[in-house]
């Protein structure tokens, strides 16, 4: 009986091992964002209990929130999702110079978002402890801006590791969680910027 095993078929059962793997790590960032929804869920409840119930939800002094800046913030930040999308689809298609400058791209909005939130941070009137609303306002946000960085940091880090040899032959695995976080973090911030800067 002739029990070899040819190259192809060793390839193709390794092939099939990366993916099982890949679908493995996954699902298991998947329930991770999961647990992050909860927590940022659990926030925008809070967020939505303290309004409704309070008289004077607003500090003293304070009439509202500025809305031009951060409009212009939230449309960079949804952009942004759709360039880091547009990123992936030139990595399938093994177009590592326009990955490389989407990545770039995705980093420099987020950059830019993250930039704008410190202008708007800076020229406030209120603090973190200026009643519940200034600190729910800084929570949301920072929770929220605490994300975007992380989500720059994992785009850096995918972007670099573009650059070993080799790096793309077990799968996409990188680059799709850390899309997916930024799709989450952009998400997010659509919640959070109807209920702070919308609803007021």
Do not use: C
Not at 39 to 67: C, D, H, M, Q, R
Not at 119 to 126: C, G, I, Q, T
Not at 146 to 169: A, E, K
């Amino acid at each position: 009986m002739d029990v070899s095993v040819s190259p192809d078929d060793l390839d193709h059962v390794s092939h099939e091992h990366g993916h099982d793997e890949e679908g493995s790590k996954m699902f298991g960032f998947i329930v991770f964002l999961l647990s992050e929804s909860v927590i940022f869920l659990s926030f925008f409840a809070g967020y939505i209990i303290y309004k409704t119930s309070t008289t004077n939800w607003l500090p003293a002094g304070v009439s509202g929130l500025e809305i031009k800046e951060p409009s212009i913030n939230t449309v960079v930040l949804v952009a942004s999702s759709f360039v880091i999308y547009f990123a992936e689809k030139a990595l399938e298609r093994h177009d590592l110079t326009s990955y490389r400058l989407l990545l770039f791209l995705t980093m420099a909005m987020g950059g830019y978002f993250l930039y704008g939130q410190a202008v708007e941070w800076s020229s406030l009137e209120f603090g973190f402890t200026s009643g519940t609303f200034g600190g729910m306002f800084y929570l949301l946000t920072g929770f929220h801006g605490l994300h975007v960085f992380t989500g720059i940091l994992l785009q850096l880090i995918v972007l670099l590791r573009s650059f070993i040899p080799g790096n793309f032959d077990h799968g996409h695995f990188g680059i799709n969680a850390t899309s997916l976080f930024w799709h989450f973090v952009d998400v997010i911030w659509i919640v959070l910027f109807i209920l702070i800067y919308v609803w007021q």
